[in-house]
């Protein structure tokens, strides 16, 4: 059962061919077994799961099937940097590490009214802040697909967990690529909404212009059914967009015939392995057989995207993460004489190397003799690569690239290299900084590893992103491939 999809599953529970309980059952069971070697979550909410099965069971049989939400009674994991009523929301961090937060963020009440199972909170990168969940602050979360290598991140846990069978469904963040690379290292479909299309609150927040939730699942069809369920206007969030909101299953359509894609050139270059770029040519020659046109495009911008971003994200890392000083929630130091000393030593005892960097750059950046050197010209670079990007969507209907430039590397590979493991996100980061959405899906595989293409939409276009993924999916078999734990 745990190795279906969510849309398989609804029909078996409509049906009453099985139900709820026994699902979350076999998804917990299949926990027991793999976890050991996996690591993907870092609560595991078994007497809840159990409860919220039992309730949706009730559901489904007091309510005419028509009227069943597709999620129902289908397990999901949600990322650690979400909050969850009475639940543990560590962050992946020390410095959270005893945080049980008294609401919900507004995604997982989303989720709840959806009578989704939340069968626990997955591991991450510790405060999102990396990108191969190397950076917890808990445990490492390892690949299902070959134990040594990472599973990308910061959602790594989110990715692996769904790659393993380990839940049906996962919600991840997305920073930088912090859902699709993993995505693409675990050989799941991640998708970023248009930044404003799913509420952040109750996200607990790394970069606020550039943090957008959404979901991890096996093939596109649960992606659509999930962004049903997440997205929409939210008071609550002062970036949330009002604007209509499409279904988002009748965009699945496979039909591509006459649709404008345009390929990077600047991501089929130079720094791409080559069986990466073999697939990613290998998929753009499919999605021409089944009529797509396919015109190189140029986007110089792209050069500086690393550098801005990690000029923009630190910057306001540094002031989202000031709130954590010992004082109001969270881990506080016993060494301390006084109130300076608290602060210093609660911060240096909980949080992890990463973090601490990403908040030193930040800060420097905006102080007061560098600030117009480096954040605001940063600032002016953004702006830059959103015109690129404007540009291209005046010719094409969608924009095409790797996810990532290489394979999911092994452990310890670019740890002792920061710019290393920056440069592994630089197909993602510039849709981040455009706030466009984007989606990460199986396209090949090398050294038995899986390989992602991204497919980039105009603003608020989803549902182009969505059809011209579920068309490639369709005529290929990459997503039906599991790994063997």
């Known amino acids: 059962m745990n190795k279906k999809t969510a849309h398989e599953l609804n029909n078996l529970l409509v049906n009453k061919k099985i139900s709820s309980v026994e699902l979350t059952k076999a998804v917990l069971d299949r926990i027991d077994k793999t976890e050991g070697k996996v690591q993907a979550y870092v609560t595991v909410t078994r007497e809840d ?3 919220q099965a039992k309730a949706a069971d009730s559901r489904i ?3 005419p099937d028509t009227r069943i939400p597709l999620l129902t009674g289908i ?38 009214a959806a009578g989704a199972v939340i069968v626990g909170k997955a591991n991450m990168d510790e405060f999102a802040m990396g990108s191969s969940t190397e950076n917890s602050g808990l445990h490492p979360t390892y690949n299902p697909w070959d134990l040594e290598r990472v599973p990308g991140g910061s959602s790594g846990g989110s990715a ?13 963040s997305d920073t930088g690529g912090s859902i699709r690379q993993p995505a693409s290292f675990c050989g ?18 790394f970069a606020s212009s550039l943090d957008q939730i959404g979901p991890l699942t096996k093939d596109v069809t649960d992606t659509a059914i999930l962004m ?39 991501l089929l270059g130079q720094g791409i392995d080559q069986e990466v770029k073999a697939s990613i040519e290998q998929a753009m020659k499919k999605l021409e057989e089944l009529g797509a046109k396919l015109i190189e495009v140029s986007m110089p911008s792209f050069e500086h995207a690393v550098a801005t971003y ?41 949080f992890g190397a990463e973090v601490k960097r990403r908040i030193m750059l930040g800060t420097y950046a905006l102080s007061a003799g560098y600030y117009d050197a480096y954040y605001l010209k940063a600032l002016k670079v953004r702006t ?48 981040n900084l455009a706030g466009l959405p984007a989606i990460s899906l199986p396209c090949g595989f090398s050294k038995k590893a899986p390989i992602g293409l991204q497919i980039i939409g105009r603003a608020f276009d989803e549902e182009t992103v969505l059809r011209a993924a579920f068309t490639y999916e369709q005529n290929t078999d990459w997503h039906k491939q599991i790994p063997e734990l």
């Open 188 to 205: 799941v479909v991640g998708f970023k909404p248009t930044y404003g299309r799913v509420s952040r609150y109750g996200l607990i927040a």
């Open 384 to 431: 830059l690569i959103k015109q690129d990007f404007d540009r291209a969507f005046m010719k094409y209907d969608v924009l095409l690239s790797p996810t990532a430039p290489s394979i999911a590397f092994k452990f310890g590979e670019k740890t002792a290299d920061p710019l290393a493991m920056y440069i592994s996100d630089i197909a993602t980061i510039p849709i």
């Open 160 to 172: 692996a967990a769904v790659a393993a069978n380990e839940c049906i469904l996962a919600t991840g």
């Open 75 to 112: 397990p999901i994991a949600i990322k650690d940097n979400m909050c969850t009523k009475g639940v543990l929301t560590t962050c992946s961090s020390k410095i959270l590490a005893n945080y049980i937060p008294p609401y919900n963020a507004t995604v997982v009440e989303k989720i709840k």
């Open 49 to 51: 799961a159990l409860k």
């Open 228 to 266: 049903n369920v997440l997205v929409g206007y939210d008071p609550k969030d002062s970036t949330s967009v009002n604007q209509p909101v499409p279904d988002y299953q009748k965009a699945l359509i496979d039909n591509v015939k006459n649709l404008k894609i345009g390929y990077i050139k600047e």
């Open 61 to 63: 049989s007091e309510l």
């Open 310 to 350: 990690y000029l923009i994200a630190p910057a306001e890392a540094s002031s989202n993460l000031a709130r954590y000083d010992g004082v109001k929630f969270g881990h506080r130091s016993k060494e301390a004489k006084d109130l300076l000393t608290m602060y210093y030593n609660t911060r240096r005892e909980g």
